[in-house]
């Protein structure tokens, strides 16, 4: 089954706007990690956050964890149209660890 | 440069054929995974190995086998027992098995029955 659930489903902005996508997981987790896929191509690490922190920041990316609220978001500020590609949440469950669950992912589409 | 090579980009198979997909790395990972994706869907993990001569079924292992008798090739054998086997599929690697470490992903496999 899967652990994580994105939303929303797609998401459809203009360059320069921020896009915010959010992950909802059911079981208590090591850590939660973002990647993105562009169309028919393979996964791209983006960011970890562990399950002892809140917030953490790499460049246009900012990721926040509330684990009292079992969801995470992903914020992409001042989009660009390199950032169109579906985002997926994976989260690492404490009692089968190291089988990372990834959702169904927000398909993020930015226009010029 | 290092990385993830899986071939064939895509790979047609008859009703009751057996086929292999192929995954190499060269980054020196212990750790070798490999997932199925669905359209619209998030990926599922099918097997892994920790470590070579070594791996484990995953969420969804039943019609598929593995073997890794190499450090840097983990190839995927998806059998006639495979029911609906129409999918990408997704080798990845990792320095040692465990979600601490970052997964770097292959460009994957499109399989289709015909």
């Known amino acids: 089954s899967q652990q994580g659930e994105e939303d929303p489903q797609a998401l459809s902005i203009q360059e320069g706007e921020n896009a915010t996508m959010n992950c909802s997981y059911k079981t208590s987790i090591n850590n939660l990690q973002w990647y993105r896929q562009n169309s028919g191509r393979g996964l791209v690490h983006l960011i970890l956050i562990r399950s002892n922190e809140r917030e953490k920041h790499s460049g246009r990316l900012r990721v926040t964890l509330d684990t009292s609220k079992k969801s995470s978001s992903l914020l992409i500020t001042a989009s660009r149209a390199a950032d169109t590609a579906s985002y997926f949440c994976?989260?690492?469950?404490?009692?089968?660890?190291?089988?990372?669950?990834f959702g169904a992912g927000t398909q993020v589409v930015v226009t010029p | 440069d290092g990385g993830i090579t899986q071939s064939p980009k895509y790979l047609f198979r008859k009703e009751g054929q057996n086929v292999t997909l192929s995954c190499e790395q060269n980054?020196?990972?212990?750790?070798m995974y490999w997932y199925r994706q669905d359209p619209g869907q998030g990926l599922r993990l099918i097997y892994y190995s920790q470590i070579v001569n070594d791996f484990q079924k995953g969420d969804i292992a039943e019609g598929y086998s593995v073997s890794r008798e190499k450090k840097e090739s983990f190839p995927l054998t998806v059998t006639s027992a495979q029911k609906n086997p129409t999918a990408f599929y997704l080798c990845?690697?990792?320095?040692?098995?465990?979600?601490?470490?970052?997964?770097?992903f292959g460009e994957g496999s499109w399989l289709t029955v015909v």
């Open positions: 990845a690697s990792s320095t040692t098995y465990g979600s601490r470490n970052t997964i770097y």
């Open positions: 980054l020196n990972h212990d750790a």
């Open positions: 994976a989260t690492d469950p404490v009692d089968s660890w190291g089988k990372l669950q």
